[in-house]
């Protein structure tokens, strides 16, 4: 070997002056212990786009996480998938479920008046007690309501919003509904949301997930050997709260309100106090006016809600569209053009379910009753109770909102909803869209599969153009066939919360997410069979399996599922890395059903199904590492979901979802050949 004298090396090296520096490596920040695109090295790199090789994708409960996570740390993320989800705008949910499923109960003069009558208020026969609004499935005989206050598929300009009461919570078909989402279980997920956001009806300064007035013993250890007699026994032994203020219906406080049980033997959305389990399941957030004093809640006595102060929901102008000059129910519905619709006018103020300014109010408080001194009252201000505020601030809407534009423009997203789901999700989902698309005038919209760029006779997945040009950077696909409407439930399935349309939804989002990253290379097509992949056994099981592992934060064991690349055993790609893709499964799904439903990606990642790709050498999908994280509750953490959260209504040391995941990233980055970040000049992504 020949050796360089020292002062010959010397000798060699230019002097400084004449040295080009090399080029300053870029420090990429760090967001929750992950290298992250953060503000400082994007607003460096104008001319570079940072990829962090990391994209979200949920659906439901997962898809609010996938937006709630991609749009509060962007800097972490490249793509955001939202699938199927009610919790895509906070604000916008629970603004339906206080004015639909929560609701629907009679004025107090209506109930006082069946009182003096004589009549009981726990008869759902009684004419008199019908006052809830609610779609109805299946259809009664002859397809018309069966008893007053009964009411078909209530129109609105998107196709359908569905309607429901406290009494009848719309489930619509079977068909397409994935799960049975029956009235004790939608009360348990109700019991997850508050657990993981806080109770939104009330303020209680002594608990953030019981009424204010409940002692904690009202409540049921999910999961607990004993559930069944922890059941009983709350259900027989009611809490009684006096002087249990109230705007509606207790605005001088004479009746008590109460716990309450509830519950159906059937697979039913409806709550029939006949049921043998009418009473057997203790709704633990809220509480009832026990009007006739029975101690229990009646059929028709009313579910109280004090989360914020009354106002006049009728926009700026304070006035109804009936009273605006001009009004015609047919030609002139809305003559100020202020109420508010989903699609066509998402920033009307009227009937948006949100106090905006300008709309009166009443300074009383979250009761709404004079002289009771309760929270906000006589402030000057509009309030909401403070943990209702917290959520709304928490919204995936508000956070797209308050990123930097920066980080608007790397982020891709791609949503899908359907348009007859009975969640309402793509109503709800228009309300993020709206946001989405004001920050980013680069969002479109499609209705149906059908209409995706490049289709033009019957869908595939494979065939529409994925790239931003085609489809924006916000991709919004709202499926669903709305030719039918508005004869919605004519349509069984079509549109409805899975849909029979699921596998085209998983390949199309995977499809978007893989378009939306640099493939460099990594949609080089592998013929042969898996064989030819050299994996440790040569079985699909090397690239598609669950791991096991401790979890300091949550302080158990946890699992996640895996799916690796077919490539990624082979010998020359042992230097190279991969995106990873995180995926959150919804209520009724879990870790390991979820991983098995990924592992038809594998065969994409690997070769085209499309002639003309076949003949080019190239996949479908790029590939990339995909990851399963499981938001099943464990023992009594929660009942049938964790929201992937940090739990703000129940003790959350154990609890801690959130922070859970962010440590889950850690660990994959540590422990499979995860692509670091990186910037690439805007001209080579052209
Ligand atoms: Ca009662
Ligand atoms: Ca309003
Ligand atoms: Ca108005
Ligand atoms: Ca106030």
């Known amino acids: 070997m020949r050796r360089i004298l020292p002062f010959v090396v010397a000798a060699l090296v230019p002097t400084a002056a004449c040295v080009e520096p090399p080029p300053a490596e870029p420090v990429f920040g760090e967001v929750n212990g992950l290298p992250a695109c953060d503000q400082a090295v994007v607003d460096a790199n104008p001319d570079k786009r940072c990829f962090t090789w990391r994209a979200l994708a949920g659906v439901s409960m997962g898809g609010g996480t996938a937006s709630r996570l991609g749009f509060s740390e962007p800097s972490l993320y490249d793509v955001v998938g939202v699938m199927g989800t009610p919790f895509a705008d906070t604000e916008f949910f629970f603004g339906m479920l206080e004015r639909s499923h929560l609701s629907g109960f009679c004025s107090k003069e209506v109930l006082e008046a069946a009182m003096a009558r004589g009549e009981s208020l726990d008869d759902p026969s009684n004419p008199a007690l019908q006052c809830g609004i609610h779609d109805v499935w299946p259809l009664p005989d002859g397809g018309e309501p069966a008893r007053p206050g009964y009411q078909l598929a209530v129109e609105d300009s998107q196709c359908s919003m569905f309607q429901s009461d406290f009494n009848h919570w719309y489930r619509g078909p079977d068909e397409g ?15 997850d949301l508050l657990a993981a956001y806080g109770n939104l009806l009330y303020h209680n300064p002594e608990s953030s997930f019981l009424p204010p007035g409940v002692d904690e013993a009202w409540h049921v250890v999910p999961h607990a050997d004993d559930e069944a007699q922890q059941k009983a026994s709350l259900c027989a032994n009611p809490r009684v709260i006096p002087s249990f203020y109230n705007a509606e219906w207790n605005p001088d406080g004479s009746y008590d309100a109460i716990t309450f049980c509830d519950g159906t033997s059937g697979r039913t959305g409806d709550y029939d106090p006949q049921d043998p389990q009418a009473r057997t399941v203790p709704v633990e957030f809220a509480v009832a006016l026990d009007m006739n004093g029975n ?64 709309e009166s109010y009443d300074d009383l408080g979250l009761d709404g009753v004079a002289d009771t001194g309760d929270f906000g009252e006589g402030n000057g201000a509009y309030d909401l109770a403070p943990s209702l505020q917290r959520a709304f601030d928490r919204s995936p809407g508000a956070y797209f909102n308050a990123m930097p534009q920066s980080q608007v423009d790397r982020l891709d ?32 919209v499609f209705n149906n599969f059908d209409s995706l760029p490049g289709v033009t006779d019957g869908y595939i997945y ?29 349509v069984l399935g079509d549109g409805n919360h899975v849909g029979p349309d699921v596998v085209d939804r998983m390949f199309t989002l995977f499809s978007f997410m893989s378009s939306r990253m640099p ?29 096991d592992y401790d979890s300091e934060v949550l302080g158990t ?92 209504g129940m003790p959350s040391e154990h609890r801690r979802f959130e922070a859970a995941f962010f440590e889950l990233q850690r660990i994959v980055e540590q422990s499979y050949r995860v692509k670091k970040p990186e910037l690439i000049p805007l001209a080579e992504l052209q």
Not at 177 to 191: A, P, Y
Not at 415 to 440: K, M, P, S, V, W
Not at 590 to 613: F, Y
Request: charged share 25%; with cysteine; aromatic share 10%.
């Open 177 to 191: 509904r994935g799960g049975s989402f029956t009235r004790n279980g939608l009360i348990e997920i109700v019991h």
């Open 413 to 444: 997203v791609w949503l899908d909803a359907g348009i007859r789901d009975f969640l309402n999700t793509a109503q709800i989902t228009n309300a993020l869209f709206h946001d989405l698309q004001t920050r980013q005038p680069d969002a479109k």
């Open 519 to 547: 493939a460099q290379g990594r949609d080089v097509a592998y013929g042969g069979g898996i064989d030819d992949m050299e994996s440790p056994t040569g079985r699909l099981q090397d690239f598609s399996f669950l791991v």
């Open 462 to 490: 494979y065939l529409p153009d994925y790239s931003r040009a085609a489809m924006g950077k916000i991709a919004y696909l709202r499926y669903g066939d709305p030719a039918v409407c508005p004869a919605s439930d004519d």
């Open 557 to 648: 064991s946890k699992q996640y599922g895996v799916l690796l690349p077919p490539d990624y055993f082979l010998p020359e790609m042992q230097e190279q890395g991969y995106p990873v893709l995180y995926f959150f499964h919804g209520q009724g799904m879990d870790v390991q059903g979820t991983t098995a439903i990924g592992l038809p990606l594998w065969p994409s990642m690997k070769e085209s199904a499309r002639t003309d790709r076949l003949q080019a050498g190239v996949t479908d999908l790029q590939r990339a590492i995909i990851i399963f994280v499981d938001g099943n509750c464990v023992g009594d953490e929660c009942w049938t979901g964790n929201f992937y959260a940090d739990f703000e």
């Open 295 to 358: 101690g229990m809640r009646d059929w028709a006595e009313p579910v109280l809600i004090n989360n914020r102060e009354r106002w006049r929901d009728l926009g700026a102008d304070g006035v109804a569209s009936v009273d605006e000059p001009g009004f015609n129910a047919i030609t002139n519905p809305d003559p100020a053009g202020d109420d508010f619709d989903t699609l066509q006018n998402p920033e009307g103020s009227e009937a948006n379910l949100r106090h905006d300014e300008g």
